[in-house]
Protein backbone atom coordinates (compact mmCIF):
# COMPACT_ATOMS: atom_id res chain seq x y z
CA UNK A 1 0.00 0.00 0.00
CA UNK A 2 0.92 3.50 -0.83
CA UNK A 3 2.50 5.96 1.98
CA UNK A 4 -0.37 8.65 0.58
CA UNK A 5 -3.10 5.31 0.89
CA UNK A 6 -1.78 4.39 4.68
CA UNK A 7 -1.98 7.99 5.37
CA UNK A 8 -5.30 8.47 4.15
CA UNK A 9 -6.99 5.25 6.27
CA UNK A 10 -5.69 6.79 9.79
CA UNK A 11 -8.96 8.01 11.32
CA UNK A 12 -10.20 11.36 12.69
CA UNK A 13 -9.11 12.72 15.68
CA UNK A 14 -11.32 15.02 17.83
CA UNK A 15 -9.09 18.40 17.43
CA UNK A 16 -10.19 21.18 15.12
CA UNK A 17 -9.04 21.06 11.20
CA UNK A 18 -5.43 20.82 10.81
CA UNK A 19 -4.11 22.77 7.72
CA UNK A 20 -1.39 21.92 5.09
CA UNK A 21 -0.52 25.14 2.92
CA UNK A 22 0.77 25.19 -0.44
CA UNK A 23 2.15 28.60 -1.51
CA UNK A 24 2.26 28.71 -5.62
CA UNK A 25 0.15 25.94 -7.56
CA UNK A 26 2.65 26.25 -10.88
CA UNK A 27 4.18 22.84 -11.35
CA UNK A 28 5.50 21.78 -8.18
CA UNK A 29 2.44 23.32 -6.19
CA UNK A 30 -0.18 21.80 -7.50
CA UNK A 31 1.17 18.58 -8.14
CA UNK A 32 2.18 19.10 -3.88
CA UNK A 33 -1.29 19.94 -3.59
CA UNK A 34 -2.40 17.35 -5.74
CA UNK A 35 -1.05 14.21 -3.64
CA UNK A 36 -1.81 15.81 -0.13
CA UNK A 37 -5.18 16.25 -0.82
CA UNK A 38 -5.61 12.24 -2.09
CA UNK A 39 -3.62 10.93 0.92
CA UNK A 40 -4.06 13.28 3.63
CA UNK A 41 -6.61 11.61 7.00
CA UNK A 42 -9.05 13.43 7.86
CA UNK A 43 -9.69 16.19 10.60
CA UNK A 44 -6.64 17.85 8.03
CA UNK A 45 -7.32 19.77 5.17
CA UNK A 46 -5.02 21.50 1.84
CA UNK A 47 -5.39 24.99 1.16
CA UNK A 48 -3.47 25.90 -1.82
CA UNK A 49 -2.91 29.62 -2.51
CA UNK A 50 -1.70 31.58 -5.59
CA UNK A 51 -2.22 34.69 -6.53
CA UNK A 52 -3.52 33.67 -10.24
CA UNK A 53 -6.81 32.23 -11.60
CA UNK A 54 -5.17 30.01 -13.78
CA UNK A 55 -1.85 28.07 -13.70
CA UNK A 56 3.22 33.29 -27.41
CA UNK A 57 2.08 33.84 -30.84
CA UNK A 58 -1.09 35.68 -31.66
CA UNK A 59 -4.33 33.93 -31.50
CA UNK A 60 -3.20 31.41 -29.28
CA UNK A 61 -2.40 33.31 -26.38
CA UNK A 62 -5.41 32.43 -24.07
CA UNK A 63 -4.23 28.72 -24.10
CA UNK A 64 -1.20 29.71 -21.87
CA UNK A 65 -3.65 30.27 -19.03
CA UNK A 66 -5.23 27.41 -17.89
CA UNK A 67 -7.72 27.19 -15.08
CA UNK A 68 -7.02 25.40 -12.05
CA UNK A 69 -8.44 21.74 -11.61
CA UNK A 70 -6.58 19.88 -8.96
CA UNK A 71 -9.10 16.71 -7.73
CA UNK A 72 -10.64 17.17 -4.55
CA UNK A 73 -9.23 21.16 -4.72
CA UNK A 74 -12.34 23.42 -4.37
CA UNK A 75 -12.16 27.11 -4.81
CA UNK A 76 -12.81 30.06 -1.78
CA UNK A 77 -13.09 33.06 -1.06
CA UNK A 78 -10.75 34.84 0.96
CA UNK A 79 -13.09 35.34 3.56
CA UNK A 80 -14.68 31.93 3.62
CA UNK A 81 -11.45 30.30 3.90
CA UNK A 82 -11.33 30.30 8.33
CA UNK A 83 -14.70 28.28 7.68
CA UNK A 84 -13.46 25.99 5.47
CA UNK A 85 -12.64 22.64 6.48
CA UNK A 86 -12.29 20.89 3.25
CA UNK A 87 -9.05 21.31 0.84
CA UNK A 88 -9.61 24.26 -1.17
CA UNK A 89 -8.05 26.93 -3.28
CA UNK A 90 -7.96 30.75 -2.83
CA UNK A 91 -6.48 33.50 -5.01
CA UNK A 92 -4.75 36.04 -2.62
CA UNK A 93 -1.02 37.62 -2.40
CA UNK A 94 0.77 36.12 0.53
CA UNK A 95 2.31 39.06 2.11
CA UNK A 96 4.23 37.46 5.38
CA UNK A 97 5.54 33.78 6.79
CA UNK A 98 5.53 32.84 10.00
CA UNK A 99 7.04 29.09 10.89
CA UNK A 100 3.06 28.46 11.75
CA UNK A 101 1.18 31.46 10.27
CA UNK A 102 0.45 32.97 6.71
CA UNK A 103 -0.87 36.66 5.71
CA UNK A 104 -3.11 36.66 2.86
CA UNK A 105 -3.95 39.82 1.03
CA UNK A 106 -6.74 40.22 -1.45
CA UNK A 107 -4.75 40.86 -4.89
CA UNK A 108 -6.77 43.91 -6.47
CA UNK A 109 -6.76 47.32 -4.05
CA UNK A 110 -10.05 48.02 -3.35
CA UNK A 111 -11.55 44.77 -2.84
CA UNK A 112 -13.74 44.38 0.01
CA UNK A 113 -11.86 41.12 1.39
CA UNK A 114 -9.66 42.05 3.99
CA UNK A 115 -5.95 40.67 5.01
CA UNK A 116 -5.92 37.07 6.58
CA UNK A 117 -3.92 35.27 8.79
CA UNK A 118 -3.95 31.83 8.57
CA UNK A 119 -2.32 28.99 11.20
CA UNK A 120 -0.59 26.39 9.28
CA UNK A 121 1.14 23.24 10.90
CA UNK A 122 3.19 22.44 7.17
CA UNK A 123 3.55 24.23 4.77
CA UNK A 124 5.10 23.57 1.25
CA UNK A 125 6.83 26.74 -0.29
CA UNK A 126 6.65 26.87 -4.27
CA UNK A 127 6.45 30.12 -5.07
CA UNK A 128 9.41 29.53 -7.73
CA UNK A 129 11.55 32.76 -8.69
CA UNK A 130 10.43 36.27 -10.32
CA UNK A 131 10.38 36.06 -14.31
CA UNK A 132 12.51 38.33 -16.73
CA UNK A 133 10.79 41.00 -17.81
CA UNK A 134 9.27 40.30 -21.05
CA UNK A 135 7.23 37.59 -19.89
CA UNK A 136 6.63 38.71 -16.08
CA UNK A 137 3.08 40.35 -16.33
CA UNK A 138 3.22 41.31 -12.09
CA UNK A 139 5.94 43.76 -13.11
CA UNK A 140 8.74 42.67 -10.42
CA UNK A 141 11.59 44.10 -11.59
CA UNK A 142 12.67 47.52 -11.04
CA UNK A 143 14.88 50.13 -12.17
CA UNK A 144 15.58 49.69 -16.38
CA UNK A 145 12.97 48.03 -18.39
CA UNK A 146 12.52 45.75 -21.12
CA UNK A 147 11.19 47.83 -23.83
CA UNK A 148 8.47 45.30 -24.03
CA UNK A 149 6.86 46.02 -20.93
CA UNK A 150 2.88 47.30 -21.28
CA UNK A 151 1.86 50.73 -20.33
CA UNK A 152 -1.91 50.03 -20.93
CA UNK A 153 -2.03 47.89 -18.32
CA UNK A 154 -1.61 49.52 -14.78
CA UNK A 155 -2.95 47.10 -12.43
CA UNK A 156 -2.53 43.34 -12.63
CA UNK A 157 -4.60 40.81 -10.55
CA UNK A 158 -3.73 37.91 -12.02
CA UNK A 159 -7.37 37.14 -13.90
CA UNK A 160 -7.12 35.30 -17.18
CA UNK A 161 -8.26 37.91 -18.83
CA UNK A 162 -5.73 40.62 -17.80
CA UNK A 163 -2.99 38.26 -18.69
CA UNK A 164 -4.20 37.73 -22.07
CA UNK A 165 -4.54 41.41 -22.47
CA UNK A 166 -1.32 42.08 -21.70
CA UNK A 167 0.33 39.38 -24.29
CA UNK A 168 -1.73 41.00 -26.96
CA UNK A 169 -0.20 44.14 -25.78
CA UNK A 170 3.51 42.75 -25.95
CA UNK A 171 2.92 40.89 -29.40
CA UNK A 172 1.85 44.50 -30.78
CA UNK A 173 5.21 45.99 -29.93
CA UNK A 174 6.88 42.80 -31.15
CA UNK A 175 4.84 43.33 -34.77
CA UNK A 176 5.49 47.13 -34.99
CA UNK A 177 9.48 47.22 -34.08
CA UNK A 178 11.77 46.85 -37.11
CA UNK A 179 14.81 45.63 -35.09
CA UNK A 180 14.99 43.61 -32.23
CA UNK A 181 17.74 42.96 -29.31
CA UNK A 182 17.27 40.17 -26.88
CA UNK A 183 20.00 39.99 -23.96
CA UNK A 184 20.47 36.35 -22.69
CA UNK A 185 21.50 33.33 -24.02
CA UNK A 186 19.19 31.21 -21.94
CA UNK A 187 16.39 29.30 -23.27
CA UNK A 188 14.08 32.17 -23.03
CA UNK A 189 16.27 34.47 -25.11
CA UNK A 190 16.61 31.46 -27.89
CA UNK A 191 13.16 30.98 -28.06
CA UNK A 192 12.10 34.73 -28.02
CA UNK A 193 14.85 35.41 -30.83
CA UNK A 194 13.94 32.24 -32.83
CA UNK A 195 9.89 32.76 -32.87
CA UNK A 196 10.60 36.56 -33.93
CA UNK A 197 12.85 35.83 -36.48
CA UNK A 198 10.94 32.89 -37.81
CA UNK A 199 7.67 34.71 -37.76
CA UNK A 200 9.13 38.09 -39.24
CA UNK A 201 12.20 37.50 -41.36
CA UNK A 202 12.22 40.83 -42.08
CA UNK A 203 13.11 42.04 -38.59
CA UNK A 204 16.70 42.25 -37.86
CA UNK A 205 17.24 40.37 -34.85
CA UNK A 206 20.08 40.13 -32.50
CA UNK A 207 20.80 37.78 -29.44
CA UNK A 208 23.45 38.91 -26.84
CA UNK A 209 25.20 36.35 -24.39
CA UNK A 210 27.73 37.14 -22.06
CA UNK A 211 29.25 33.34 -22.16
CA UNK A 212 30.84 31.77 -25.32
CA UNK A 213 28.38 29.06 -25.11
CA UNK A 214 24.38 28.70 -25.21
CA UNK A 215 22.55 26.96 -22.19
CA UNK A 216 26.19 25.72 -20.39
CA UNK A 217 24.86 23.81 -18.30
CA UNK A 218 23.81 21.20 -20.66
CA UNK A 219 25.93 19.35 -23.57
CA UNK A 220 27.60 20.91 -26.15
CA UNK A 221 26.30 19.56 -28.66
CA UNK A 222 22.79 21.06 -27.32
CA UNK A 223 24.72 25.21 -27.64
CA UNK A 224 25.79 23.51 -31.09
CA UNK A 225 22.13 22.63 -32.33
CA UNK A 226 21.20 26.07 -31.12
CA UNK A 227 23.33 28.24 -32.75
CA UNK A 228 22.96 26.59 -35.75
CA UNK A 229 19.22 26.83 -35.51
CA UNK A 230 19.55 30.57 -34.90
CA UNK A 231 21.66 30.91 -38.03
CA UNK A 232 19.60 29.41 -40.17
CA UNK A 233 16.89 32.34 -39.04
CA UNK A 234 19.16 34.62 -39.77
CA UNK A 235 19.76 35.75 -36.14
CA UNK A 236 22.74 37.48 -35.19
CA UNK A 237 24.34 35.81 -32.27
CA UNK A 238 27.28 37.76 -29.88
CA UNK A 239 28.70 35.18 -27.92
CA UNK A 240 31.56 35.76 -24.63
CA UNK A 241 29.60 40.11 -24.55
CA UNK A 242 28.15 41.22 -21.53
CA UNK A 243 25.84 44.17 -22.05
CA UNK A 244 26.91 47.55 -20.34
CA UNK A 245 23.33 48.19 -18.01
CA UNK A 246 24.93 51.59 -17.81
CA UNK A 247 24.42 52.28 -21.43
CA UNK A 248 20.20 51.61 -21.62
CA UNK A 249 19.89 54.57 -19.16
CA UNK A 250 20.09 56.66 -22.87
CA UNK A 251 17.85 57.01 -25.59
CA UNK A 252 19.45 57.46 -29.07
CA UNK A 253 16.21 59.46 -31.21
CA UNK A 254 17.02 59.84 -35.37
CA UNK A 255 13.83 60.97 -37.38
CA UNK A 256 13.53 57.84 -38.81
CA UNK A 257 13.29 55.72 -35.66
CA UNK A 258 12.49 57.64 -32.99
CA UNK A 259 12.22 54.51 -30.41
CA UNK A 260 15.89 53.70 -32.07
CA UNK A 261 17.87 53.03 -28.79
CA UNK A 262 21.95 52.28 -28.94
CA UNK A 263 23.23 50.16 -26.19
CA UNK A 264 26.81 48.93 -25.93
CA UNK A 265 28.63 46.70 -24.11
CA UNK A 266 31.07 46.31 -21.84
CA UNK A 267 33.84 46.15 -24.68
CA UNK A 268 32.49 48.96 -26.37
CA UNK A 269 31.03 47.10 -29.21
CA UNK A 270 27.08 49.43 -30.21
CA UNK A 271 24.21 47.46 -31.04
CA UNK A 272 20.85 49.28 -31.89
CA UNK A 273 17.65 48.20 -31.86
CA UNK A 274 14.15 50.13 -31.10
CA UNK A 275 12.56 46.58 -29.14
CA UNK A 276 14.92 45.39 -26.32
CA UNK A 277 14.25 42.56 -24.35
CA UNK A 278 16.13 41.29 -21.03
CA UNK A 279 15.92 37.90 -20.69
CA UNK A 280 18.96 37.46 -18.09
CA UNK A 281 18.03 34.94 -15.66
CA UNK A 282 14.70 34.39 -12.77
CA UNK A 283 15.42 35.63 -9.43
CA UNK A 284 14.55 33.33 -6.69
CA UNK A 285 11.42 34.16 -5.19
CA UNK A 286 12.53 33.43 -1.46
CA UNK A 287 11.75 37.22 0.07
CA UNK A 288 9.37 36.10 2.30
CA UNK A 289 11.54 33.62 3.82
CA UNK A 290 14.49 36.24 4.09
CA UNK A 291 11.74 38.45 5.78
CA UNK A 292 10.80 35.17 8.38
CA UNK A 293 14.53 34.68 9.21
CA UNK A 294 17.47 36.09 6.92
CA UNK A 295 19.60 32.24 7.75
CA UNK A 296 17.04 30.46 5.84
CA UNK A 297 18.39 32.21 2.56
CA UNK A 298 21.81 32.12 0.97
CA UNK A 299 22.57 35.75 0.52
CA UNK A 300 24.90 35.10 -2.43
CA UNK A 301 22.42 33.42 -4.37
CA UNK A 302 19.28 34.46 -3.03
CA UNK A 303 18.27 30.54 -2.75
CA UNK A 304 16.36 28.84 0.52
CA UNK A 305 19.03 26.84 2.19
CA UNK A 306 17.04 22.87 1.99
CA UNK A 307 17.81 19.61 3.54
CA UNK A 308 17.92 16.28 0.76
CA UNK A 309 14.09 16.04 2.38
CA UNK A 310 13.31 19.61 0.86
CA UNK A 311 12.90 20.80 4.42
CA UNK A 312 13.64 24.35 5.34
CA UNK A 313 17.20 24.13 6.55
CA UNK A 314 18.88 27.26 9.31
CA UNK A 315 21.84 26.12 9.39
CA UNK A 316 23.31 24.53 12.83
CA UNK A 317 25.12 26.65 15.43
CA UNK A 318 29.10 26.77 14.94
CA UNK A 319 29.61 25.29 18.39
CA UNK A 320 27.40 21.91 20.17
CA UNK A 321 24.89 22.60 22.61
CA UNK A 322 25.49 26.72 22.24
CA UNK A 323 22.67 28.32 20.23
CA UNK A 324 22.19 31.98 19.02
CA UNK A 325 19.38 34.26 21.28
CA UNK A 326 16.72 33.81 18.29
CA UNK A 327 16.90 30.21 19.23
CA UNK A 328 16.42 30.81 22.59
CA UNK A 329 13.93 32.86 21.62
CA UNK A 330 12.45 30.75 19.02
CA UNK A 331 12.48 27.45 21.74
CA UNK A 332 10.65 29.55 24.47
CA UNK A 333 7.74 30.60 21.78
CA UNK A 334 7.05 27.16 21.40
CA UNK A 335 6.98 26.60 25.09
CA UNK A 336 4.26 29.21 25.29
CA UNK A 337 2.31 27.84 22.61
CA UNK A 338 1.90 24.67 24.09
CA UNK A 339 1.37 26.07 27.36
CA UNK A 340 -1.76 28.09 25.95
CA UNK A 341 -2.64 25.01 24.16
CA UNK A 342 -2.75 22.44 27.32
CA UNK A 343 0.73 20.94 26.33
CA UNK A 344 1.30 18.36 28.85
CA UNK A 345 4.97 18.55 28.92
CA UNK A 346 6.05 19.22 32.20
CA UNK A 347 9.66 20.36 31.14
CA UNK A 348 11.17 22.28 28.12
CA UNK A 349 12.15 19.83 25.44
CA UNK A 350 16.08 20.05 24.47
CA UNK A 351 17.15 21.45 21.11
CA UNK A 352 17.91 17.73 20.14
CA UNK A 353 14.55 16.55 21.26
CA UNK A 354 12.57 14.76 18.91
CA UNK A 355 9.43 17.42 19.21
CA UNK A 356 7.21 17.81 16.40
CA UNK A 357 8.72 21.15 15.16
CA UNK A 358 12.26 20.23 15.34
CA UNK A 359 13.33 17.24 13.83
CA UNK A 360 16.45 15.60 12.85
CA UNK A 361 16.78 13.76 9.58
CA UNK A 362 20.27 12.57 8.76
CA UNK A 363 21.27 8.71 9.21
CA UNK A 364 24.42 9.87 9.33
CA UNK A 365 24.98 13.25 10.94
CA UNK A 366 22.34 14.82 13.30
CA UNK A 367 21.03 17.92 11.26
CA UNK A 368 19.16 20.00 13.40
CA UNK A 369 16.88 22.57 11.48
CA UNK A 370 14.48 25.10 13.14
CA UNK A 371 11.69 24.64 10.68
CA UNK A 372 11.16 20.96 9.89
CA UNK A 373 7.48 21.86 8.79
CA UNK A 374 7.89 23.79 6.34
CA UNK A 375 9.01 22.59 3.05
CA UNK A 376 10.71 24.45 0.04
CA UNK A 377 10.65 23.30 -3.76
CA UNK A 378 10.92 24.24 -7.02
CA UNK A 379 13.27 27.53 -8.39
CA UNK A 380 13.18 28.98 -4.71
CA UNK A 381 15.31 26.09 -3.50
CA UNK A 382 19.37 25.95 -3.48
CA UNK A 383 18.52 22.11 -3.89
CA UNK A 384 21.83 20.61 -5.18
CA UNK A 385 22.56 21.99 -8.51
CA UNK A 386 19.23 20.80 -9.87
CA UNK A 387 18.90 22.51 -13.05
CA UNK A 388 15.60 25.24 -12.54
CA UNK A 389 12.78 23.54 -14.45
CA UNK A 390 9.22 22.68 -14.34
CA UNK A 391 9.63 18.57 -14.39
CA UNK A 392 12.42 19.32 -11.57
CA UNK A 393 10.22 21.09 -8.59
CA UNK A 394 7.59 18.92 -10.06
CA UNK A 395 9.78 16.19 -8.56
CA UNK A 396 10.81 17.83 -5.77
CA UNK A 397 7.36 18.10 -4.72
CA UNK A 398 6.59 14.83 -4.88
CA UNK A 399 9.26 14.08 -2.00
CA UNK A 400 7.67 17.31 -0.05
CA UNK A 401 4.20 15.85 -0.12
CA UNK A 402 5.38 12.37 0.82
CA UNK A 403 7.56 13.50 3.67
CA UNK A 404 4.72 15.50 5.25
CA UNK A 405 2.61 12.68 5.12
CA UNK A 406 4.80 10.72 6.56
CA UNK A 407 5.15 13.37 9.44
CA UNK A 408 1.93 13.46 10.26
CA UNK A 409 0.93 9.91 10.20
CA UNK A 410 4.40 9.90 12.16
CA UNK A 411 2.81 12.43 14.71
CA UNK A 412 -0.82 11.06 14.51
CA UNK A 413 0.61 7.39 16.19
CA UNK A 414 -2.49 5.78 14.55
CA UNK A 415 -2.45 2.42 12.28
CA UNK A 416 1.35 2.58 12.61
CA UNK A 417 3.22 -0.46 13.17
CA UNK A 418 7.03 -2.06 13.55
CA UNK A 419 8.69 -1.87 10.28
CA UNK A 420 6.24 0.63 8.45
CA UNK A 421 7.41 2.71 6.16
CA UNK A 422 5.57 5.52 7.16
CA UNK A 423 7.72 4.82 10.32
CA UNK A 424 11.14 4.95 8.37
CA UNK A 425 13.07 8.07 7.45
CA UNK A 426 12.44 10.69 5.42
CA UNK A 427 12.36 10.42 1.88
CA UNK A 428 16.18 12.01 -0.03
CA UNK A 429 15.71 13.94 -2.97
CA UNK A 430 18.40 13.29 -5.84
CA UNK A 431 18.20 14.84 -9.11
CA UNK A 432 18.80 13.01 -12.21
CA UNK A 433 20.58 14.12 -15.38
CA UNK A 434 19.71 17.49 -16.98
CA UNK A 435 16.84 17.42 -19.73
CA UNK A 436 15.64 20.33 -21.63
CA UNK A 437 13.55 20.78 -25.06
CA UNK A 438 14.25 24.31 -26.64
CA UNK A 439 12.18 25.60 -29.85
CA UNK A 440 14.27 27.07 -32.43
CA UNK A 441 11.07 28.85 -34.26
CA UNK A 442 7.69 27.19 -35.35
CA UNK A 443 8.80 23.35 -36.16
CA UNK A 444 12.47 22.99 -35.16
CA UNK A 445 13.03 21.88 -31.63
CA UNK A 446 16.80 20.43 -29.64
CA UNK A 447 16.50 18.67 -26.93
CA UNK A 448 18.47 16.95 -24.18
CA UNK A 449 17.43 13.57 -22.50
CA UNK A 450 19.01 11.12 -20.48
CA UNK A 451 22.63 12.48 -22.19
CA UNK A 452 21.35 12.01 -25.61
CA UNK A 453 21.09 15.27 -27.63
CA UNK A 454 18.73 15.63 -30.83
CA UNK A 455 16.86 17.76 -32.83
CA UNK A 456 13.05 17.37 -33.81
CA UNK A 457 10.92 19.16 -36.78
CA UNK A 458 7.35 18.56 -35.57
CA UNK A 459 6.23 21.62 -33.91
CA UNK A 460 3.05 23.54 -34.29
CA UNK A 461 2.49 27.08 -32.93
CA UNK A 462 0.98 26.55 -30.13
CA UNK A 463 3.51 23.44 -28.73
CA UNK A 464 0.86 21.18 -28.59
CA UNK A 465 -0.68 23.17 -25.44
CA UNK A 466 -3.46 20.60 -25.23
CA UNK A 467 -0.92 18.08 -23.13
CA UNK A 468 -0.28 20.49 -20.76
CA UNK A 469 -3.54 21.01 -20.58
CA UNK A 470 -4.68 17.61 -19.80
CA UNK A 471 -1.86 17.19 -17.43
CA UNK A 472 -3.20 20.02 -15.26
CA UNK A 473 -6.48 17.59 -15.36
CA UNK A 474 -8.17 19.65 -18.62
CA UNK A 475 -8.67 16.87 -20.28
CA UNK A 476 -10.77 17.08 -23.96
CA UNK A 477 -11.14 20.43 -23.89
CA UNK A 478 -12.05 22.06 -26.86
CA UNK A 479 -10.49 25.36 -28.61
CA UNK A 480 -13.58 27.22 -27.90
CA UNK A 481 -13.31 25.91 -23.92
CA UNK A 482 -9.68 27.43 -23.99
CA UNK A 483 -11.12 30.80 -24.13
CA UNK A 484 -12.98 30.55 -20.64
Not at 211 to 228: C, G, I, M, S
Not at 281 to 296: I, K
Request: hydrophobic share 35%.
Amino acid sequence: MSIATKASHLSATEFPTKTVVVLGGSYGGSRAAHLLAEGIPQGWRVVLVDRNSYAVLAGHEHKAFIPYNINNITSSSLSDLPSCTSHVRVQATITSIGDHRITLSPNLPGSQESDLDLEYDYAVYALGSHLPQPIDLWNHQKGVKSSLQPSAISTYGGTKSEGVSSLQERQKRVEAARSVLVVGGGALGIQFASDIAAIYPQKRVTLLHSRRRLLPKFDEAVHEEALQGLQELNVRVILGERLDFESLQHKSATPASPELRVVRTLSGQEISADLLLLCTGQTPNTGLLRDMDPRAVSPDTGLARVLRTMQLCVPPPSEPHKYQADDVLHYLKKLSLDAEEGSESSSPPSPSSTHPDILSMSSSTETLTLYSNIFVVGDAADAFDAIKAGHTSYYQAEVAARNILRLISRNEKVGITAGDDLDSELEEYAHGPPAIKVTLGMTKSVYESNGVVGTKNDGVEDLGVAVMWAACGMRDVSEEDMFA
